[in-house]
């Protein structure tokens, strides 16, 4: 660790980043609370940091970055759920699902039913905001959700049931 004269503090480096700035070569771990006035930059190696963080400023991130939990943008809270939703019932015999709770897709079954019920494996803090499609463009009656489940039901069993291999497409947004 190193102190500049400018007032800057360099860490695992010989780099003075100026002024009351803060350098860090190597994987960095930020815990118990970040607050970032005048942007942050993260290059290879990667940062992880824990805990309630607020950036003022510019983010600017060259290598994979994960974010989980809450995260506010412009004071708007967006959660994106990355557990992956499973098929708790129905949806016809040996139906498959692909994605995650955000955004999924469910291919029915063969024989086919009228319900399809999906376990989200994750709890939105809110009911979340989906919209749902259908491959086959059959018309889906009803599709309802709660805050860590949503059941789909084919729009008239006897004219319009769902079909064997039909895809439904789900996008979710909680907030």
Not at 1 to 12: P, V
Not at 66 to 77: D, E, F, H, K, P
Not at 81 to 99: H, L
Request: charged share 5%.
């Amino acid at each position: 660790m190193r102190l500049f004269a400018s007032g800057g503090l360099s860490i695992g480096n010989t780099v003075d980043p100026g002024a009351t700035n803060l350098s860090v070569t190597g994987a960095s771990v930020l815990a118990n609370g970040v607050s970032v006035t005048n942007g942050l930059s993260v290059s290879s190696g990667g940062a992880s940091i824990t805990g309630t963080t607020a950036l003022t400023g510019t983010l600017s991130v060259s290598s994979t970055t994960q974010l989980t939990g809450a995260v506010a943008i412009g004071g708007v809270n967006v959660t994106d759920a990355v557990a992956a939703p499973t098929i708790t019932s129905n949806c016809g015999t040996s139906p498959s699902i692909a994605g995650r709770a955000n955004a999924f897709t469910v291919t029915i079954g063969n024989p086919a039913e009228n319900v399809c019920i999906i376990n989200l494996n994750t709890t939105y803090a809110n009911l979340p905001v989906c919209v749902a499609s259908s491959s086959s463009g059959a018309p889906m009656s009803t599709f309802s959700t709660s805050t860590s489940a949503m059941r789909i039901d084919a729009q008239n069993p006897g004219t319009f049931p769902f079909l064997a291999s039909q895809k439904i497409y789900v996008i979710c947004r909680g907030y």
